[in-house]
């Protein structure tokens, strides 16, 4: 109950923090946009569905990265002792898990659309597609979120970041470029039922991982 | 890691002369292809199992250092990343070797290759995490946190990675579908495969041992 409440107060806080500061959100969009639109220049002429979907989400996880590389060091570290001092850190840490879904969600729907516009609509399951994108959404936010809280207490947190979290993303980037490939290439959902559950299964393992870690990371 | 005891290190030794020596002489079945350079797998699979071993190692190691906060179970953890990682290169220099020769280029797209390297990547950046981090206490506590989220989904992609896709090596288990060699080495390999492998696990022990012993001199010196 106590949990619950202090997830809505925390989740809350990071919208209104979000829309107070609308130049991030707003740089991250326009990171977007302009890196759909170099690869739509780069590629002339025609591409085949593979590097469609190599392409689309290798940009996806560029602005997953970016996007929330920013979570742990926004706020001043005196807010943190603030926050360290009136909740528990499994609420800091689902609130922010949370919070970059909604922005990943947001963001990958964005793309997607962004990138059929310019590179052409090659999806035959859309709903499908659809699933991947949330559940990457989830997936990817939950992994980054982690990767941020290690990399905040480092310095060179950018590079700490990408050289931290892209070997680590591997099987969850791996299992949904495959369930996207399945959804551009067909109608059927039979060949990628297996993979929705080894993702759902990714997803678990690494909230609980961040469950379980996060307070160590959150005590100093 | 106390281990006062001497016979392990006599017996790593013992193995891996066996190994080195009477692993040329063993009769091995005739296959296609890979011909005489089968006898590579008593080298390069034992420097995977050795970078297996140590790997799981530190991370067990890294859960106790965040069950105590004991530098000394810190230094168990990047001491073992360390040997590990040198089994690691070792392991895919091997295997480019062998590659080479039976699969006409040295580096394929694999799934265990794959898995390999991603694991080097992984525990390179562990060692950067750590190089990167001022404090003494912060730096084993990220870095153990770090270890940890890192080796379960490490274990996972290398669990779910032949699944998405066929691998050129022999098969293991029930995924897979091109096997270049029929599973099972022959008995007489076996007598060959094994003392190797638990010879490369104990070497890997030594070294590790005297890595430990060198940190904490080191780490005393600098205090002092």
Same mark, same amino acid.
């Given at each position: ?22 130049? =991030? ?9 302009? /890196? ?9 002429? /025609? ?37 360290? /001092?009136? /909740? ?25 659309? +962004? ?81 929705? =559950? ?5 997803? =678990? ?8 870690? +996060? ?6 | 890691?106390? &281990?006062?005891?001497? #016979? #392990? ?31 590579? %797998?008593? *080298?390069?699979?034992?420097? #995977? ?11 067990? *190691? ?52 794959? @898995? ?31 270890? %940890?989220?890192?080796?379960?989904? #490490?274990? &996972? ?41 638990? @010879? ?25």
């Amino acid at each position: 109950m106590l949990l619950r409440r202090e997830l809505t107060r925390l989740l809350l806080k990071e919208i209104k923090l979000e829309l107070k500061q609308r130049y =991030v959100i707003n740089g991250i969009l326009l990171y977007l946009v302009s /890196t759909v639109f170099v690869t739509y220049l780069a590629f002339t002429g /025609t591409i085949t569905a593979e590097t469609w979907n190599s392409l689309f989400w290798i940009i996806l996880l560029f602005v997953a990265v970016n996007g929330i590389s920013k979570s742990f060091i926004q706020e001043s570290p005196g807010r943190h002792l603030y926050y360290y /001092t009136i /909740t528990s850190p499994q609420s800091v840490v689902l609130s922010k898990i949370l919070y970059n879904l909604l922005l990943m969600a947001i963001l990958s729907m964005l793309a997607l659309l +962004f990138f059929v516009l310019l590179m052409g609509n090659m999806i035959q399951n859309p709903l499908l597609f659809i699933t991947a994108l949330l559940l990457g959404s989830l997936g990817l936010s939950s992994v980054l979120t982690m990767i941020a809280a290690i990399a905040s207490r480092a310095s060179n947190n950018f590079s700490l970041m990408a050289i931290l979290s892209f070997p680590i993303v591997l099987p969850l980037l791996m299992t949904l470029m495959k369930v996207s490939g399945s959804a551009l290439n067909s109608y059927s959902w039979a060949g990628s039922i297996p993979l929705i =559950v080894i993702l759902l299964m990714i997803n =678990v393992a690494v909230i609980l991982l961040a469950y379980l870690l +996060f307070p160590y990371l959150w005590r100093d | 890691m106390v &281990i006062k005891q001497y #016979w #392990w290190k006599a017996l790593s030794l013992v193995l891996l002369l066996y190994a080195v020596t009477y692993g040329f002489f063993v009769e091995i079945p005739q296959m296609p292809i890979i011909h005489q350079s089968m006898r590579n %797998i008593f *080298y390069h699979v034992g420097m #995977w199992f050795g970078m297996f071993t140590m790997l799981i190692v530190s991370f067990i *190691y890294s859960l106790k250092y965040l069950k105590g906060f004991d530098e000394k179970y810190d230094r168990v953890a990047i001491e073992a990343v360390n040997v590990a990682l040198m089994f690691g290169f070792l392991g895919i220099f091997t295997g480019m070797i062998w590659a080479n020769f039976t699969w006409g280029s040295p580096w394929v797209k694999d799934p265990k290759l794959n @898995g390999a390297a991603v694991g080097l990547v992984i525990y390179l950046a562990y060692v950067i995490l750590r190089s990167s981090v001022e404090d003494r206490h912060k730096r084993a506590k990220v870095s153990a946190v770090y270890n %940890i989220f890192a080796f379960v989904l #490490w274990i &996972i992609f290398v669990l779910i990675l032949p699944k998405l896709s066929s691998s050129l090596h022999p098969a293991t288990g029930n995924d897979s579908s091109t096997p270049v060699m029929p599973m099972g080495l022959s008995p007489s390999m076996r007598t060959v495969f094994y003392p190797a492998a638990i @010879g490369w696990i104990l070497l890997g022990t030594w070294i590790l041992q005297i890595r430990i012993r060198m940190s904490k001199i080191k780490h005393k010196i600098e205090e002092y």
